[in-house]
Structure formats: C-alpha cells, structure tokens
C-alpha cells in the first residue's frame, strides 16, 4: 500500500541546532516533493520545492535533499530559532494521483 | 497581496444540517484545493477545481460537493452533516499548469463544528 510517513513524535532541540525533519514514502514515484509549514489553528505555509531530479534545493535557512533511491526527503533548519517552533508537513505529486498527498506532519519545538 | 480568504471563520450546525463554506483565492490563481484536517490528523484531500471545472476529487461520499464560480472563488457545500464531519476546513489556491510544480497557498481555514 502507498504510505507517506513523518516522524509522528515531536522533535526537541536547543537553539542554535540544525533540525532534521525526515519524510519517507512508500509505493510512490513522485515527481515533486513540497514541504510546508504549519502554526496551530492556521494554515500550512508553503516553504520548498524539489523536483525529482534535484538532489538538493537551499532558501536561507532552509535545506531540503531528495533521494529517489531512499525513497526519503531531508529538511533541514539551520541555526534554529524558537519562532521555527511549528509543525513541518511534507507533501508529494506522484503519477496519476492527481493531487497532493501530505504526510500527518512532524511538530518541531526549538527550546532557547 | 492579499491572501487566500475563507469564511465564516467558525460554523457550529447540528447532525443532518447542510454548511456552505468559501474561499476567494489569490488574484490571478485560477485553481482552487479543498481539504479536511482532522483534528491531529494530516491534511485530506477533497475537491480541486480549475478554471470552474472539477479536476479531481478525493475519497470523499458525495455528500461533499463544491462548486467554483467565474470569478474563481469556490464553495465548499456538506449535506446531511454528520458527527464525523467536524474538522478544521483548509481552501488553497495556485497558478494554474502543472499541479506538482505550482505552491499552495492556503487559507487559514473553516473550523466547522457538529453538535
């Protein structure tokens, strides 16, 4: 069966720490993976988009690698802030799906 | 640049009643998404709808329907409402094309509550 699975536990980290969110799929060849921040009680905030046929994509802080044969996205906050503190989704276009499938989201606290 | 609108912002209704919820997108998207997020659930597909056509549509009963109106806002309509159905409601919005490689923009969503 097709999965798309974050890490359902929260992740805690000191300030100043690089933060590694991880999104595993199973039986989906996506062509696009799409990351998104939500806050609580609001709506996810779009933050990166890698195509299937970039192994990395950077925007200030923000890394996100794809590996095709892992079958696995990598986010990464460097430097991480209290304000980082929020739930990560992350989301994928796989063929003949039609639409984008998210995962349930990794809550991420950064403590000062 | 205003953002993707939703409203109202809360609806309360009782089992069997019927709720409208909208969405105004960002100007110049012509593609709407609807989705339901439970709570401490992921976000589920519903609807897309592009240049007022139905593209896709999620595992959702039929009691679920929507519709987008010429000026590309959208209207997300539940019949015979259920318990279950309590959720909060997220509308998105993007430029139309390739569906992957376009970000969503979202709305802050309709949390909709069954009594």
């Known amino acids: 069966s097709q999965k798309i699975e974050q890490n359902s536990e929260a992740l805690n980290i000191q300030e100043g720490k690089t933060a590694t969110l991880t999104c595993n799929y199973t039986?989906?060849?996506?062509?696009?993976l799409q990351w998104y921040r939500q806050d609580p009680g609001r709506g996810p905030v779009f933050l990166l988009l890698?195509?299937?046929?970039?192994k990395e994509k950077r925007k200030e802080r923000l890394k996100v690698t794809f590996d095709t044969t892992l079958k696995q996205s990598l986010f990464h906050i460097t430097a991480s802030q209290p304000a980082d503190s929020a739930t990560y989704l992350c989301?994928?276009?796989?063929?003949?799906?039609?639409?984008?499938?998210f995962g349930a989201g990794t809550r991420l606290a950064v403590h000062p | 640049e205003a953002g993707v609108t939703q409203s109202p912002t809360h609806l309360i209704k009782t089992r069997g009643q019927q709720a409208t919820l909208r969405c105004s997108p960002i100007s110049g998207h012509t593609s709407v998404y609807w989705y339901q997020q439970a709570l401490g659930l992921g976000l589920q597909f519903l609807l897309w709808?592009?240049?007022?056509?139905?593209?896709n549509r999620g595992n959702f009963p039929p009691r679920f329907s929507g519709r987008q109106f010429p000026n590309y806002s959208s209207e997300l309509n539940v019949n015979a409402l259920e318990l279950e159905d309590s959720a909060l409601y997220l509308c998105?919005?993007?430029?139309?094309?390739?569906?992957?490689?376009?970000?969503?923009?979202f709305g802050d969503g309709t949390r909709l509550s069954i009594l």
């Open positions: 890698i195509r299937e046929n970039e």
């Open positions: 998105a919005s993007s430029l139309g094309g390739d569906l992957g490689n376009q970000p969503q923009h």
């Open positions: 989301a994928l276009l796989s063929g003949g799906y039609n639409k984008l499938i």
């Open positions: 039986n989906y060849s996506p062509a696009y």
């Open positions: 709808y592009d240049e007022g056509e139905e593209r």
